[in-house]
């Protein structure tokens, strides 16, 4: 640890890697000097970790009184069940009311007492589409994530899923086909149509003319010399040419933009894929996540996320492709304006952050021999990172591979995304960190600006304050099933058993949070500066059923939804074509506001005891929930991966991080709260599990069975992946939110110390 002191006499003791680092690559170019950061982090710590404590502790004694509030009700002999559920939802309102966590509940669609007062913001945040969290710690995956603003349509459709009946390898021509018989047919009706009721497969070529004005005009020509302009001309936005031969085109519709590549003169080849290819934008955001998705449990973790952040904010990072091949950050695009002036597309996502929550504690640095927050840590450097290293590239000769591109954000802002705040008061305690940081690094007042992540019961029965207390900094909220549900498991665990996983989204509680955010947020002004967001798409590899289910979420009024990798966001963009969000918002904004009340918020889902009669049912349900959170944890503990695609029981690839675990634990600690399962068949069930996750993971060279010798099967309870998946489970019965990071990080040091 290197140590200094600050004016105060207090000692700042620093990880050496961390230290490091931050002198001999993040300060250059800053104005400061290391020693200047960590004593500004030091005095940050003294003012903001006290109240942290306090905060923390009203978390614990809240939820103290919740768990009293039910087993009183118990012990009178209240019962569980679907039709009382209902009463106390209402009986548990009035009790926080009276308790002083809530005020009283306000009249059905009650107008907000205040509108949003953020900036105006990056053109991103006026587009509607999909978005991207890409864990920062694999670089791959952060470039990947970056570069997802743009992508083949074409791509997408042919590896996915859609029509797997056609083989893509065996059938590729046909496969080919599909897709641009698929992709003909979404472009005819969703994005541009043409006059004389001409669609894209009926033309051969394109071209572009001036028209009286001196203005470029797309044209297209069909097969007999027929030649059909736009309907709505202002959708053609640019093109670019190879001397008097038309190259690529570029249309915008619903404020996205589509390239069309053309094959030489400007012509399309039906036999090949109609178009060179078709590359769509799709992912304008990106969420860089040091959060859930990511493991960071020490100084070297924490070196390795912090450096690919600052190449990914210099543009200069780059990384190895599963296939070895190198990748890096795109370089914008140019085009030539309808008006013969050259543009500039920007290549990559506006790129937001998330860094912990107000929970989370970390060795990495500490102020008087104690642990401090990490928010502190993690908001301060990244901060320091975006505004001082935000400047942009040449793509000079000279610049090692750096592209040509602009900042990342052009009017200068941090977009900082914080998860897990249960409360107004804790919101109101960011906005104040968020102004210190500000002071000590010399930025204008709202540089710093928040996005609200509504993944606490506590957040959503105070969302309306929660955004009152940063209401000039808000540029998004966002909902989130999984922690969501497992925040509401664990407040009201003592309510009763908890219904099936795979029956939860149907749940009173879910539906109702969901309208319920886009509501309030709505009414409070988030979406005409920012962003009102919906949950991931977990089965990354389940296209059919994103396609299928994920347009609800632009129907329903959200403009930004989560997906799980670039292949996906191209393919989720397709709905905000078919969908005019902007309308969408329009009428609800006009509309009276949906009947929803805390009442519904706090409906706890009941299990019917009738679902688990059987005795083999409940084995089944209880194996699979173990084996997701063995599948998870198993990477993270002995890897360092924090979020990953593993196979389900079910041999369904799904997107797991640490939500997963969180909901998992939590329904299983609850089960066994309520004597439906017991700890033996807990630990029978993550024993099989596991058996399992080592015959899906055969020949795998980077795993480790863990029950693959009688020895091992005998000491398995003692396995650090078993060990923390057992503590997670026992987390969610005896800590205030049932969070993960406990567990999976004592024992991901434990590994990692081991094999020092």
């Not at 500004?40 to 978390?59: A, K, M, Q, S, Y």
Request: charged share 25%; proline share 4%.
């Amino acid at each position: 640890m290197t140590t200094i002191k600050l004016a105060s006499g207090t000692s700042v003791e620093i990880d050496d890697a961390l230290y490091n680092f931050v002198r001999a690559e993040l300060v250059p170019g800053t104005g400061k000097t290391v020693d200047e950061v960590f004593s500004i982090l030091g005095d940050l710590v003294l003012d903001f970790g006290p109240r942290n404590l306090e905060l923390l502790e009203t978390r614990t004694s809240r939820q103290a009184k919740i768990d009293e509030y039910y087993l009183a009700k118990r012990k009178a002999g209240w019962e569980p069940t679907l039709e009382s559920a209902a009463k106390d939802a209402s009986e548990l309102g009035q009790f926080l009311v009276d308790e002083g966590y809530l005020d009283t509940e306000p009249a059905p669609g009650s107008a907000t007492d205040f509108s949003m007062t953020t900036p105006e913001l990056d053109l991103e945040m006026s587009q509607n589409g999909p978005e991207l969290v890409t864990p920062v710690n694999i670089a791959s995956m952060a470039v990947g994530g970056a570069n997802a603003r743009w992508g083949s349509l074409y791509d997408a459709y042919f590896l996915s899923d859609i029509n797997l009946e056609i083989d893509r390898e065996s059938n590729r021509d046909e496969r080919l086909q599909m897709v641009v018989d698929r992709t003909n047919e979404y472009l005819s009706s969703d994005v541009a149509q043409w006059a004389n009721g001409l669609g894209f497969k009926d033309f051969v070529s394109y071209f572009v003319s001036p028209d009286s004005s001196g203005k470029h005009v797309l044209q297209a020509r069909t097969s007999d010399g027929t030649v059909a302009g736009l309907q709505h001309p202002p959708k053609f936005i640019g093109f670019n040419q190879d001397g008097d031969q038309l190259t690529e085109f570029f249309l915008d519709d619903n404020n996205l933009k589509i390239q069309f590549q053309l094959y030489e003169g400007g012509t399309v080849n039906k036999e090949n894929g109609q178009f060179r290819d078709l590359i769509v934008e799709s992912a304008v955001t990106n969420i860089v996540d040091f959060e859930d998705a990511v493991a960071i449990v020490d100084g070297e973790d924490m070196v390795q996320a912090l450096r690919n952040y600052l190449g990914l904010i210099r543009g200069d990072i780059q990384a190895q492709s599963s296939r070895g091949a190198l990748k890096t950050i795109n370089s914008d695009i140019d085009f030539i304006g309808v008006d013969g002036v050259p543009q500039t597309a920007k290549a990559t996502s506006l790129m937001s952050v998330r860094n912990v929550s107000l929970h989370m504690y970390t060795d990495m640095v500490k102020v008087d021999g104690h642990d401090i927050s990490e928010r502190i840590l993690g908001v301060l450097l990244t901060t320091l990172i975006a505004t001082a290293h935000d400047k942009g590239s040449t793509g000079t000769s000279d610049s090692g591979g750096v592209p040509t591109r602009g900042p990342n954000s052009k009017k200068g802002f941090v977009y900082q995304v914080t998860p897990k705040l249960q409360t107004a008061e804790e919101v109101a305690e960011q906005v104040r960190f968020f102004e210190a940081v500000e002071a000590s690094l010399g930025l204008a007042r709202n540089t710093i600006l928040l996005g609200i992540m509504n993944e606490e019961l506590g957040m959503t029965l105070q969302l309306a304050e929660s955004l009152k207390a940063a209401q000039s900094r808000v540029f998004f909220t966002n909902t989130g099933f999984l922690d969501r549900t497992g925040s509401q498991i664990r407040v009201q665990t003592h309510a009763g058993p908890v219904d099936l996983r795979d029956d939860l989204t149907a749940s009173v509680f879910n539906t109702s949070y969901e309208l319920h955010n886009v509501d309030v947020s709505l009414r409070a002004g988030v979406h005409t500066q920012g962003k009102i967001g919906k949950g991931m798409q977990v089965k990354n590899r389940a296209m059919v059923e994103m396609m299928e289910n994920k347009i609800n979420h632009p129907k329903s009024g959200g403009n930004t939804a989560w997906v799980p990798a670039p292949n996906p966001s191209h393919l989720h963009s397709m709905h905000y074509h078919m969908i005019d969000v902007d309308q969408v918002q329009r009428v609800m904004e006009d509309s009276p506001s949906p009947d929803i009340s805390r009442r519904d918020l706090l409906t706890f889902p009941v299990l019917k005891r009738e679902k688990l009669t059987n005795a083999a049912t409940k084995e089944t349900l209880l194996l699979s929930y173990a084996h997701s959170m063995v599948a998870y944890v198993e990477p993270w503990v002995h890897r360092g991966i924090g979020c990953s695609g593993v196979p389900n029981f079910n041999q369904v690839e799904e997107m797991k991080d640490r939500a997963t675990e969180r909901i998992d634990g939590a329904i299983i600690a609850n089960w066994k709260l309520h004597g439906v399962v017991s700890q033996a068949e807990i630990e029978d069930a993550v024993k099989k599990a596991t058996e399992i996750l080592d015959e899906q993971n055969a020949g795998q060279t980077s795993y480790v069975p863990m029950s693959d010798t009688e020895e091992k099967r005998e000491g398995l309870l003692q396995e650090p992946v078993i060990c923390a998946v057992l503590q997670i489970i026992d987390d969610a019965l005896i800590s205030p939110s049932a969070y993960v990071e406990p567990a999976l990080f004592k024992y991901r040091k434990a590994v990692k110390a081991a094999a020092a």
